[in-house]
């Protein structure tokens, strides 16, 4: 029984080591994937002698999925935590504390919100009051997130707080992304409950307020002391020593099952050539996981079954670039305060976040350097696509100068654009992909998984692979003893 895995992301590594402790005999494993490198949108990029995330910097622990593969991988030893977590909101031409009293930007606790909202109007801050009496808001079994917000606390927390907070871990909006899916907590209480209020349904939920020093363990977020390459690196070291085959340069072009194995065309990306007949291939497999972002999977599903292809197409995607910017310490008019700045998108600019990298992350901070993340591009917001990346550096600089008050220009820039970055989970996304397994269920030993279908964030991509690869094990181990 031989099984390929198609993509390297953290997805199709986790579902590869899966099958492995399922215990499939891993030299009947092949991993594929179309670039040159492991990892997918796990990557870095080197400015001024330091290596910096360009993609994820960081997994959340709550979920024990990251730290679990971590131990597996024997790199639990070189596992960091941020210096800080605390941000800053960048409105109405000057930067604010986030305030007190609020969850992913959603007021739990109305008092300690009010009094230190100090982005909000006054209007906007008694309008979020109004959650108190305003009559309970009818959501059902789905909505986006703004049409609870807004019902609950009016628009501007929605703008100022949530969309930055929630939307812009999507690079998406909440007046798209839906509750079931990406704020599922809010939705569970809400509607699992009598009461109007929403504040009052979260903060029964609410995590504990961490203490007043805000020591490093209760951040719950995670690295390496090397970059989140080490995940990926861990993965690929553990799956040759098991004696797996990891294929680099090899791209999936076409999938199609003769109802006993799926036959993958590939080609090789290491070639270049018009003709793709020249270094075609064809790789055949009895139990076959797809861990690719939806277009991908899309064009590959396509072969052998049209319902799924065009249920997996719907799901749609932002685009993201990343500017990283060195700066000489001392370069602005005020200390930098925090891990950095979230910049709402009714300021209309370019910039969507500033990660303050060499401040968040201790073992960054040893050049007399200051090393900005700064995030650009949302959902529907493609405007630096067509900028030349000198033309960007230039306009992101800027921007970044007036919302940090720097003082002079960085020494050193690099721009990383990131196609199809973050798939945008719409009301009722689970239900789609729900369909989509199911109508693929017929077609035999065949599984989707990662980031366009069960979360984004790392630990959902990682317990996402190995459950598809659990499915399939689970149909096809019979045969496999
Ligand atoms: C800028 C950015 C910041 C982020 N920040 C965080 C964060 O801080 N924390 C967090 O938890 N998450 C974060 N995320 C989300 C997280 O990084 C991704 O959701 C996750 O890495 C996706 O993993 P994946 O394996 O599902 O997909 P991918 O990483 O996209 O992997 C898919 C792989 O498939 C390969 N492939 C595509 N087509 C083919 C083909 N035809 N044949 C063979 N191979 C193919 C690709 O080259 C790629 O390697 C961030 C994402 C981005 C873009």
């Known amino acids: 029984m031989n099984y390929l895995v198609v993509g390297a992301g953290i997805t ?115 309008r979020a009051g109004l959650d108190f009496v305003l009559p309970k808001t009818k959501i059902g079994d789905d909505a986006t997130i703004s049409h609870l917000i807004r019902a609950r606390f009016g628009h501007e927390v929605d703008e100022l707080l949530v969309d930055p907070m929630v939307g812009g871990i999507n690079a998406g909006s909440t007046k798209y992304l839906g509750l079931a899916s990406v704020a599922p907590a809010f939705l569970k209480s809400y509607n699992s409950q009598s009461g109007r209020s929403l504040a009052k349904s979260l903060i029964k939920i609410a995590p504990p307020k961490p203490s007043a020093d805000g020591t490093k363990s209760e951040i719950p977020f995670a690295s390496f002391g090397g970059g989140l390459e080490t995940l990926v690196q861990g993965g690929v070291a553990h799956l040759l020593k098991e004696g797996a085959t990891i294929m680099t340069s090899t791209q999936a072009i076409a999938l199609a099952s003769d109802g006993i194995k799926f036959h993958v065309r590939t080609k090789s ?121 000198e033309d960007l550096t230039r306009a992101v600089s800027q921007e970044v100068g007036e919302v940090l008050g720097a003082t002079v220009a960085p020494i050193e820039s690099v721009v990383f654009r990131w196609k199809d970055a973050l798939a945008q989970y719409r009301p009722f996304h689970s239900q789609l992909v729900a369909s989509a397994r199911e109508e693929l269920s017929k077609v035999g030993a065949i599984e989707i998984c990662g980031a366009a279908y069960d979360g984004v964030g790392l630990p959902s991509c990682i317990e996402s692979g190995q459950k598809a690869a659990q499915r399939l094990h689970a149909t096809v181990g019979a045969n496999d003893l």
């Not at 590869?16 to 670039?35: M, R, Y």
């Not at 941000?87 to 969850?103: C, E, N, Q, W, Y």
């Not at 790789?283 to 396509?302: K, R, V």
């Open 12 to 126: 199709g590594i986790a579902a590869s080591i899966e099958l492995i402790s399922l215990g499939v005999d891993p030299t009947k494993i092949t991993l594929i994937e179309a670039q040159d490198r492991c990892g997918g949108k796990i990557r870095s990029k080197m400015i001024a002698g330091i290596s910096i995330d360009v993609g994820p910097d960081s997994f959340l622990t709550r979920s024990q999925a990251g730290i679990d593969l971590a131990k597996k991988l024997n790199i639990l030893d070189q596992v960091v935590r941020p210096s800080t977590f605390s941000a800053t909101i960048f409105a109405k031409g000057r930067l604010h504390d986030v305030p007190s009293g609020i969850m992913l930007g959603v007021p739990v606790d109305i008092r300690a919100f009010l009094g230190s909202a100090s982005m909000l109007s006054l209007k906007g801050r008694l």
């Open 269 to 389: 990306t290491a070639i270049a050539t018009e003709n793709d007949s020249e270094i075609a291939q064809e790789l055949s497999a009895d139990a076959l996981i797809l861990a690719l972002p939806a277009p991908q999977a899309t064009t590959l599903l396509g072969g052998v079954s049209q319902a799924v292809a065009e249920l997996i197409g719907r799901i749609d995607y932002s685009q993201v670039g990343i500017v990283l910017l060195a700066y000489k310490k001392g370069s602005f008019k005020a200390p930098l305060k925090g891990s950095g700045v979230l910049v709402p998108k009714i300021n209309n600019r370019l910039i969507t976040a500033i990660t303050f990298a060499s401040r968040k992350w201790s073992h960054l901070d040893n050049s007399g350097l200051e090393i900005l993340k700064v995030s650009i591009g949302r959902h529907r917001d493609t405007r630096f696509e067509s900028m030349s990346d």
